[in-house]
């Protein structure tokens, strides 16, 4: 979660919402949907950036599986009245990394730089997350650094 403020970028927050494996499809998308939720009421952000649904054609169940969590989280935006974009993976990359094809480490190391931290994020999920971030507000006119 990242907000702009007078002496630039702050992180509020990074995190993964995790669903033990062992549950249900249904429950895990509970658990999904409930922290999108806590998300949302804690921060209530002005929009939500979420990436597009990309799988490789050797992993149709991932494809499935990522829908149903992406449909979710869509979900509790609208209900919210949060506005939502959504971004291709290749379009964040090139933004954070000035390559489309760029690696987990790579972005990383961009998000790293882009934030000034001390060190990359981790794990890659919180560095692709608050890359999307970094790209939405891009998008939204706000400069990165």
Not at 55 to 66: H, S
Not at 103 to 109: A, C, G, P, R
Request: charged content about 20%; some cysteine.
């Amino acid at each position: 979660m990242l907000e702009r403020r007078a002496q630039g970028l702050e992180i509020l927050a990074t995190g993964v919402i995790r669903a033990d494996p062992q549950l249900s499809l249904e429950a895990r998308l509970v658990r999904i949907y409930e922290g999108i939720l806590e998300i949302l009421e804690t921060f209530a952000p002005t929009v939500v950036v979420l990436e597009d649904l990309y799988a490789e054609y050797r992993f149709p169940r991932t494809a499935i599986l990522m829908a149903h969590a992406r449909g979710v989280i869509c979900l509790a935006t609208r209900q919210r009245g949060i506005a939502l974009m959504t971004l291709p993976p290749a379009t964040v990359k090139r933004a954070i990394a000035a390559n489309g094809a760029a690696s987990k480490e790579q972005i990383q190391l961009s998000v790293q730089r882009l934030l000034k931290l001390t060190r990359p994020p981790a794990p890659s999920h919180v560095a692709d997350a608050l890359a999307l971030a970094l790209t939405g507000l891009s998008r939204a006119g706000a400069p990165l650094t």
